[in-house]
């Protein structure tokens, strides 16, 4: 079953000032979420996931393209219908946890916004207890950290209190955006299973958006491939990664670091005027792709199901 639809999804920003120029941070995307689905968003710096995640919460308006949850249009929703419906059901979780907080306030403030929109008849040793029990399903001992301010906690105390606010509500939908990327190790394991039992207990969605192919890996059922605002490939988690058919994809996991191999960029350098590559008529990878022929600068490749649930936007692969 389909939870969320995102259909032909654009947006452009325009940079700079005389003379300025486009940049189509997302364009023409479109992808489904099923309900108790883990789908990663996996592309690097400035591949349009962030405002992929901006535009399904509405943060940002889209360029064109439609947005359906359960089926509705998000893009009609008015401010009450957002705020009263739909931030109940899709939460998100963003990479820096201070720029959440005030730091004049202790962090049990975070959870008043939660309780006062959704939960406002809740007694209050009602709403101890829900809030001890959610910072202790992320692990964290409520002892430690109710009544401290912001500096009094580390970076990752903090996301996972964050993450409790966000799943206290039991959301439909999670949008964890480079959520685990400030944590330690072992931390960013911990909470990567919590998002998983979390799922399996109360089939939540989560779009996990993300530079790090390995976590991705991880934790996805589906796992879409973005570059420069483009989907190149994407399906099953298990098929992208064991049969990378884009040369993008294939040259991401190549350039998964290995213990004994020291990094080496093996690609053609991106352009460096920032918006030429947004102007490519044919695929945004071609200046950078070592297999690109004529066709591949001249037309975008579309979309194709090369096996079932596997999708690669590629003329090498019959895109277009
Ligand atoms: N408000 C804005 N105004 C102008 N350009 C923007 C704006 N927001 C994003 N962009 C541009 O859109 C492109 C995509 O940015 P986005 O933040 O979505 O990428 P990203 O894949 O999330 O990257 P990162 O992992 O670095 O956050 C980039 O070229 C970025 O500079």
């Not at 990479?95 to 962090?107: G, K, M, R, V």
């Not at 979390?198 to 879409?224: E, M, N, P, Q």
């Not at 990664?241 to 991401?252: E, G, I, S």
């Not at 990094?263 to 690109?292: D, H, L, M, N, T």
Request: proline fraction near 5%.
């Amino acid at each position: 079953m389909t939870l969320l639809q995102v259909e032909h999804l654009t947006k452009v920003f325009t940079s700079g000032f005389i003379g300025g120029f486009e940049i189509r941070a997302v364009d023409d995307v479109s992808f489904t979420i099923g309900k108790g689905e883990i789908v990663s968003l996996v592309g690097e710096s400035g591949s349009g996931k962030t405002t992929v995640g901006k535009l399904i919460l509405r943060l940002i308006q889209p360029t064109s393209g439609r947005i359906l949850f359960e089926g509705r249009d998000v893009l009609e929703f008015g401010k009450k219908e957002l705020k009263k419906n739909y931030y109940r059901q899709v939460q998100a979780v963003f990479q820096d946890p201070f720029a959440s907080f005030n730091p004049l306030h202790p962090i049990d403030r975070a959870f008043d916004l939660v309780f006062n929109s959704y939960f406002p008849g809740t007694g209050r040793e009602e709403r101890e207890n829900m809030i001890n029990s959610a910072l202790e399903g992320v692990g964290l001992n409520p002892a430690e950290i109710r009544g401290k301010y912001p500096h009094q906690l580390s970076g990752g105390q903090l996301q996972r209190i964050l993450i409790a606010r966000a799943l206290l509500l039991k959301p439909k939908l999670l949008i964890a955006d480079e959520a685990v990327s400030m944590l330690d190790a072992s931390t960013r394991i911990d909470v990567l299973n919590l998002l998983g039992d979390f799922r399996d207990k109360y089939g939540t969605s989560v779009l996990f958006v993300t530079h790090d192919l390995a976590l991705g890996y991880y934790i996805s059922d589906s796992t879409i491939i973005m570059y420069r605002g483009t989907i190149v490939e994407m399906g099953d988690t298990e098929k992208v990664f064991h049969n990378p058919l884009h040369p993008y994809t294939q040259m991401l996991l190549e350039s998964v670091p290995d213990l004994n191999v020291r990094w080496e960029f093996k690609g053609i350098e991106p352009e460096k005027e920032e918006g030429a590559v947004y102007s490519i008529q044919g695929c945004r990878y071609a200046p950078r792709c070592p297999r690109a022929k004529e066709k591949c600068f001249k037309f975008r490749p579309g979309l194709v199901e090369v096996e079932k649930n596997h999708w690669v936007a590629c003329h090498l692969h019959g895109g277009g």
